[in-house]
């Protein structure tokens, strides 16, 4: 299950699903880590731009690795502090734990019951589209059931 675990969470930092973090307003004048911020300022956090940080991913942030989740041993899940796919902090994402069990228990299912792949001939594209949010491109996949055996 921790594998499991891990790659979801690789896959919500490698393809980040919500890029801009909802604005935010200063109340006062602020210093985060060097930088003053004035009150009545309008900030706007790029998760992007943390999820694919080299300072903090190293420097194959591009590549799917969900090791990075993985204690040593592979047996725990390790959460880094700047994993934040749902923002941090008491305005985070109120369904969190929510989407957290539902993603879990659909991609569970999903992955026992099917083998997922590209038609023959053809590879699954994991490019996305970018808006709002990011979606993966349309596209066909095979969905082969696995034996019950």
Known sequence: MPFTEAVLAEV???KTIIP???MRYTLEDTELRGYFIPKHTHVLGILWAID???RIWGYDVHVFKPERFLSKDGKKIVKPEYAAPFSV???DCPGKSLAQ???FLYVVAIFQKFMVQAPKGSNID???LLGLSQTPKR???CFKQRSTV
Do not use: T
């Open 20 to 22: 801009l973090n909802l």
């Open 12 to 14: 919500m930092r490698w």
């Open 89 to 91: 902090g008491k305005r």
């Open 139 to 141: 596209q066909d996949l």
């Open 101 to 103: 069990i539902e993603v």
């Open 126 to 128: 994991f490019e996305s």
């Open 52 to 54: 694919h940080d080299e």
